[in-house]
């Protein structure tokens, strides 16, 4: 069993909760049955860890929040996340914990002209890892409207999509980052995009809800997670 932190620095949508809870309840779901025990860390409110030791890895949870929005608790967040380059400590950053970790070590993100990536998408692999399956393309559902601009000077390009040149990073052999949600089952980001018509637009947010019918790769990155964990 490893022990892995997870850092909440957002909320599903109220709307959505019906449909598999808050982030806690999600990651639960998806990496308890492969022997990772997850304890959450309500950043938002203001509970940071007091060590990178406490765990044996980290994660960082996604957001409705841009990282380059000014919250007191955000910026105490982003010094962890360089505290665990610094130690070499294992951690796995989705989508906002992808922006924020590039932005952390010195990357600028912002918003994409290609506007809002949503609905199910395709990921290239760009380099292999031991502990993932494959190098097949990746396909999981994407709600995001920042992007990481370049690659920050200590990473690598791990992953990349058509709409998304920065999709995923390797820092070091401890650290690696993915902009898409493998916590999103496809009832969920369909859920998502059904409440936030308004925002997406619902002629984009209705072709998005189509491109959910094809299966998407949760487990996939499940066991990408969990072997990470263990290997490290």
């Known amino acids: 069993m490893k022990h892995i932190g997870l850092l909440l620095v957002g909320h599903i949508d109220a709307g959505s909760l019906h449909v598999g809870g808050d982030y806690p309840e999600l990651y639960s779901e998806l990496l308890a049955p492969l022997d990772i025990e997850l304890t959450t860390y309500r ?25 380059y929005e000014d ?9 962890f996340l360089r505290d665990l380059i610094s130690t070499e400590t294992p951690y796995v950053g989705i989508c906002f914990g992808h922006q ?6 010195g990357a600028e993100v912002k918003k994409a002209d290609y506007g809002w990536g949503i609905g199910a998408k395709y990921y290239e692999i760009i380099e292999a890892q031991p502990w ?50 493998p916590e999103f089952s496809p009832a969920l980001a369909d859920s998502l995009l059904a409440t936030r018509l308004q925002l997406f637009g619902e002629e984009k ?11 998407l790769h949760q487990q996939r990155l499940a066991g990408w997670i969990s072997r990470f964990f263990h290997q490290v």
Do not use: F, K
């Open 100 to 105: 924020l970790m590039a932005q952390a070590l």
């Open 43 to 67: 950043c938002d409110e203001g509970q940071l860890p007091q060590s990178v030791r406490e765990q044996d890895g980290w994660m960082c949870s996604p957001s409705r929040l841009s990282v």
């Open 205 to 215: 947010a209705n072709a998005a809800r189509l491109t959910l019918s094809e299966p």
């Open 71 to 79: 919250h007191a608790w955000l910026r105490d967040v982003e010094q």
């Open 132 to 181: 993932m399956d494959s190098t097949d393309n990746v396909v999981l559902a994407a709600s995001h409207q920042d992007q990481v601009q370049q690659l920050p000077s200590d990473a690598r390009l791990m992953a990349r999509a058509d709409y998304c040149p920065i999709g995923g990073m390797l820092i070091g052999d401890r650290a690696w980052t993915l902009q898409v949600h």
